[in-house]
Nanobody, 122 residues
Framework: QVHLVESGGGLVQAGGSLRLSCTAS????????MGWFRQAPGKEREFVAA????????EYTESVKGRFTISRDNAKKTVYLEMNSLKPEDTAIYYC???????????????WGQGTQVTVSS
């Protein structure tokens, strides 16, 4: 019912920037909130950021506030994560997901796609 493709990851030095993209298909993208999650080696998957259906409300986990910005382009069915001032602890596989409108940390579907690897060196 949903297909998500993440892209834009790579290897970057601490302090650098990356812009991740997630393109959706299989349902009406603009009807849903979207979130970014990440999973580092040996760690549980954690919430990073989410944005509501219209793009006028967003929330972030404390560790990325002021550094990451989530946005979306409903015409392109794409959600973005602009990542600035990257730190080694940001190293993880980043996934996007369809999330709830009332609670944007709640994942509606367990289709995470392949994810995109972000590696930050010091």
């Amino acid at each position: 019912q949903v297909h998500l493709v993440e892209s834009g990851g790579g290897l970057v030095q601490a302090g650098g920037s990356l812009r991740l993209s997630c393109t959706a298909s299989g349902r009406t993208f603009s009807d849903y909130a979207m979130g970014w999650f990440r999973q580092a080696p040996g760690k549980e998957r954690e919430f990073v950021a989410a944005i509501n259906w219209s793009g006028d409300d967003a929330e972030y986990t404390e560790s990325v506030k002021g550094r990451f910005t989530i946005s979306r382009d409903n015409a392109k069915k794409t959600v973005y994560l602009e990542m600035n001032s990257l730190k080694p602890e940001d190293t993880a596989i980043y996934y996007c997901a369809v999330t709830g409108g009332a609670d944007m940390k709640y994942v509606l579907y367990n289709d995470w796609g392949q994810g995109t690897q972000v590696t930050v060196s010091s």
